[in-house]
């Protein structure tokens, strides 16, 4: 009986081993290891260069989603900018040109060692903190894409190719790609692609993940944290779980301006921080939101002691499927059939953008943040005053994580009702 016992997990870890094979055989690389980019060329100008592209389109995108949006907003401008961008290394034409005008793309000699060395700089080695990025691409097997659109995505952008089966296999490869975006980011994104949107004429789909997970410096008490009110709008106060702080030896940067006041919440390991804008009044007050405004506010703010800091809890995720907004930003030629041209994949016509889909996830609490976004993009063919500094977010506010060196914004939300 023991020996018929042994036998018989014998082959259970085999065929465990066999199932696991094939599905890593399937990815194009170990989602937890993504490949390094070749940034040779990269220059500290350069790198802010391809930021400034990342953080406008961050604001553009956001004033594109305020219109429609009533509630929370949430996403990552870098993984949606470097899932298009893999997509822009193989258009040409008007395609290439608007897709340039709604992402700000820098020419290509900028474009393609700064891209690779702020994504090698995401994937660095780190203690005090979790955070990382990784592209792939999904091809058609026997659908040829050209040697030199493949080895620039994977030599700048760190896109290595896998090989499936869309026509036959469809909803196999749907769970695979989603597997691998799970993994990634640490199961915070599970169902990116839904059903019913890759079909047998998919050809091509590229993915980007970011996943953040990180303490902050000056961590709030959870015996603090208290059921306070939170206004919504006029009118409409609810309560929800508020986070309190008053620092004694803290410092941390802020500005009180006219319309509103900005903290800066720096992360352990001080690479990475929250940027919070909380306005006075209400989020119309603000105006439009630009890249170089917040520039300007970012150079006023100094090292400042508060007596207290008040931060709700919150906790959403979120799904957008973009091809809309992109389309009212500009960038329309690439959805339509026999009009894109992504001839620098291919060599012909027959891709053009059927879906763009960006699925987000954050978590703030007591200790820190967890964030995780990624995104698909589918082809197929056929002044402070001498007062008590506050800082009270009871109201709606605007939050960025952002690289604290270069600025880069990372994710990028809005909080209208913490409850959530």
Known sequence: ?????????????C?????ATIVLFAYPYSPNSPPMANDTGSTTEGIQKVVNANNQFAFDYYSQLDKIETGNIFYSPYSISTAIVM???????????????????PESEILRPNSAAIYNGLNKDKSEYLLSTGNALWVQQNFTLLDNYTNSVENYYGGKTANVDFAGETEKTRQTINSFIGEQTNDKIQE????????????????????????WEWE??????????????EGNIVKTPTMHMKPEKATFNYVNLKNLQIIELPYKGEDISMLILLPKEDLNSLGEITNLNL??????MEETTLSSISLPKFKFDTK????????????????QYMNADFSGMTGGNELYISSVIHQAFIEVDEKGTEAAAATAVIMEGESTSASPKIFKADHPFIFI??????????????????RV
């Not at 690289?403 to 809005?414: A, D, P, S, V």
């Open 1 to 13: 009986m023991k020996r018929k016992g042994l036998t018989l997990l014998l082959i259970i870890l």
């Open 320 to 335: 957008y499927f973009m091809k809309e907004a992109l389309e009212e930003m500009g960038m329309s030629t690439a959805f």
């Open 220 to 233: 709030f008490k959870k015996s603090e944290t208290q059921e306070l009110d939170f206004k919504i709008a």
């Open 295 to 300: 520039e300007d506010w970012k150079n006023q």
């Open 87 to 105: 997509t822009y290394e193989g258009a040409k034409g008007q395609t290439a040109e608007e897709m340039q005008s709604v992402f700000h793309f």
């Open 15 to 19: 065929i465990a081993l066999v199932s």
């Open 401 to 418: 994580i952002q690289e604290k060196e270069t600025g880069n914004i990372l994710f990028l939300g809005r909080v209208v009702d913490p």
């Open 192 to 215: 990116l692609i839904p059903k019913n949107v890759l079909s047998s004429r998919t050809r091509l789909v590229l993915t980007n993940a970011i996943y953040f997970k990180g303490t």
